[in-house]
């Protein structure tokens, strides 16, 4: 389809007729733009990747965790490059560091880059427009980046797991490489993957997809990310994914036609994990560790014995397969480097036209904020002069309500002086009342004590008068009970029986006449007063 890839079977048309035994399969048509022919025989000895604490240190990685729902998205990405890519052999290689990572670019510019360890495979996954990977992994774990930082981390069946110290430290390793390898697969030479290699390899990194697949198929969550996004994987790997699978399709006899690698045996499948990093195979506690192994090349098949008259021949379409496939790898490197600076200025294009977006957009918002900074510097002068305004009628209401309060205080005041001195003319007014009440009180009294006092006087006149007749009646009494007395005397004398009847006689007679006094003396005083004894007359 692409001229590029017809340019073998052009050359080797004239000489096929010669010895068709003798000539190697043609170069599969209908490849990927950046694939190179996959290369027969043994590949040339190639180092392992270094483990993650046999790489240079880097600085520490941002830490950026996504929300719960996007945690999948990272896996999920590289899960469906990796169904696209399906069975398909490598694009190309490229010598890195005396490695031989394997790099696959789909039609949209993404890349997988895939590079032995001694612990298994490792993956790297790029999007078009980046050079900062978006997922790392590696036989225990995958680390999920966004714009260079961390921001997930899975075990080596997909699943999300807490970060930890000594996996931030891997994943700021592994960061630094990809970016390195990402760089060595655009601009470093590039050179065929051999399908010796590709056979050998091939299940183990298939056994990884199919862990993925697992997985997902038993998290809810995963799947139901995945179910979100299916259209958008659609759109953009349906057609990559047709294509790599009829391109695995034409090169599946090639491929099967190599002998068994000599490699070491891959390690065990995802979903049986290799022990953690610092056990196992390639650790040395407590010494130093060797360099990594070597990758032993492949035995050099033999030779066909060449029959008589086919050494010119069999030359001849040695040198012509070489010069087609390094014209075919030539062409195809040229291409691809058209297509990547093809791809480099419509990015450039795109970030010219989102700055000159960005700019525009910065001037609309800087007249847009212009305009708001005006409208509030408006809407704040009229605010103040609003304020001021209702600044001042405040003022003159506080200074009415403060006359008016004045007023108010004021007739308090003069409400209050009314009602004391209504009071007190009230209360003078009371005690003149009862100062007249009194004073009538007292002429009452007065005029009760002078009638009390004019009776009294009656009372002692007319007692006194009553003691003068008791007084001159007694003395009569008196006289005539002496005169009594002394008739009885002379009567004794002659009798001394009367005598002392007289004598008894004369007795009473004093009794009744001191009675008489006093009674009279009683009457005298008055009512109130002390009786008084009559001492005037003895007994």
């Known amino acids: 389809m692409r001229p590029r890839l017809l340019i073998l079977p052009l050359a080797l048309a004239g000489l096929a007729a010669c010895d068709r035994q003798a000539q190697q399969p043609p170069p599969a048509t209908g490849a990927p733009i950046a694939s190179l022919p996959l290369a027969q025989g043994a590949p040339p000895p190639a180092a392992l990747a270094p483990l993650p604490d046999q790489l240079p240190p880097a600085p520490p990685v941002r830490v950026q965790r996504p929300p719960p729902k996007a945690r999948y998205s990272y896996i999920d990405r590289a899960y469906a490059m990796g169904q696209a890519f399906g069975e398909s052999p490598p694009d190309y290689t490229v010598d890195y560091q005396g490695a031989r990572p394997?790099?696959?670019?789909?039609?949209?510019?993404?890349?997988?880059?895939?590079?032995?360890?001694?612990?298994?495979?490792?993956?790297?996954?790029?999007?078009?427009?980046?050079?900062?990977?978006?997922?790392?992994?590696?036989?225990?774990?995958?680390?999920?980046?966004?714009?260079?930082?961390?921001?997930?981390?899975?075990?080596?069946?997909?699943?999300?797991?807490?970060?930890?110290?000594?996996?931030?430290?891997?994943?700021?390793?592994?960061?630094?490489?990809?970016?390195?390898?990402?760089?060595?697969?655009?601009?470093?030479q590039r050179q065929a993957a051999y399908a010796a290699a590709w056979r050998a390899r091939r299940d183990a990194l298939l056994q990884q997809q199919r862990a993925w697949q697992a997985q997902q198929q038993q998290d809810a969550d995963w799947r139901a990310w995945h179910a979100d996004h299916q259209n958008e994987d659609h759109a953009r790997w349906d057609r990559e994914q047709a294509m790599r699978q009829a391109y695995a399709a034409r090169l599946a006899p090639q491929v099967a036609a190599e002998r068994q690698s000599p490699y070491p045996p891959p390690p065990p499948p995802y979903g049986q994990a290799p022990p953690p990093y610092g056990q196992g195979q390639g650790r040395f506690e407590g010494r130093t560790r060797p360099p990594p192994p070597q990758a032993p090349p492949y035995a050099q098949p033999p030779a066909p014995a060449a029959g008589p008259g086919q050494p010119q021949q069999a030359e001849a379409l040695r040198r012509a397969q070489m010069q087609a496939q390094a014209q075919a790898q030539?062409?195809?490197?040229?291409?691809?480097?058209?297509?990547?600076?093809?791809?480099?200025?419509?990015?450039?294009?795109q970030r010219a036209q989102a700055q000159a977006q960005?700019?525009?957009?910065?001037?609309?918002?800087?007249?847009?904020?212009?305009?708001?900074?005006?409208?509030?510097?408006?809407?704040?002068?009229?605010?103040?002069?609003?304020?001021?305004?209702?600044?001042?009628?405040?003022?003159?209401?506080?200074?009415?309500?403060?006359?008016?309060?004045?007023?108010?205080?004021?007739?308090?005041?003069?409400?209050?002086e009314a009602a004391r001195q209504a009071k007190a003319q009230a209360q003078a007014a009371q005690a003149a009342d009862a100062a007249k009440v009194q004073r009538a009180e007292a002429a009452r009294q007065a005029q009760v004590q002078a009638q009390a006092q004019?009776?009294?006087?009656?009372?002692?006149?007319?007692?006194?008068?009553?003691?003068?007749?008791?007084?001159?009646?007694?003395?009569?009494?008196?006289?005539?009970?002496?005169?009594?007395?002394?008739?009885q005397a002379k009567a004794a004398q002659a009798n001394p029986a009367q005598a002392a009847q007289a004598a008894q006689a004369q007795a009473q007679a004093k009794a009744a006449a001191k009675a008489a006094r006093q009674k009279a003396k009683d009457a005298a005083a008055g009512p109130g007063q002390a009786p008084h004894k009559d001492e005037s007359h003895p007994d």
């Open 454 to 487: 004019a009776q009294a006087q009656a009372q002692a006149r007319a007692a006194a008068q009553a003691q003068q007749q008791q007084a001159e009646a007694a003395r009569r009494a008196q006289a005539q009970a002496q005169a009594q007395a002394q008739a």
């Open 102 to 188: 394997w790099i696959w670019r789909s039609q949209n510019g993404d890349y997988r880059v895939v590079e032995p360890t001694p612990e298994g495979e490792r993956d790297y996954y790029f999007s078009g427009d980046s050079d900062e990977p978006f997922l790392v992994r590696d036989p225990q774990y995958a680390y999920g980046y966004d714009q260079g930082a961390l921001a997930v981390i899975y075990d080596s069946r997909g699943r999300p797991i807490a970060h930890d110290p000594r996996a931030e430290e891997r994943s700021a390793r592994y960061l630094a490489r990809a970016r390195a390898l990402h760089a060595a697969a655009l601009h470093d």
């Open 358 to 416: 960005a700019q525009a957009q910065a001037r609309t918002q800087a007249q847009a904020q212009a305009l708001a900074q005006a409208q509030a510097a408006d809407a704040a002068r009229k605010q103040h002069a609003e304020a001021a305004r209702q600044a001042q009628a405040q003022a003159q209401a506080a200074a009415q309500a403060r006359a008016q309060a004045q007023a108010a205080a004021q007739a308090q005041q003069q409400q209050a």
């Open 330 to 349: 030539a062409q195809a490197q040229a291409q691809m480097q058209a297509q990547d600076a093809a791809r480099r200025q419509a990015a450039e294009a």
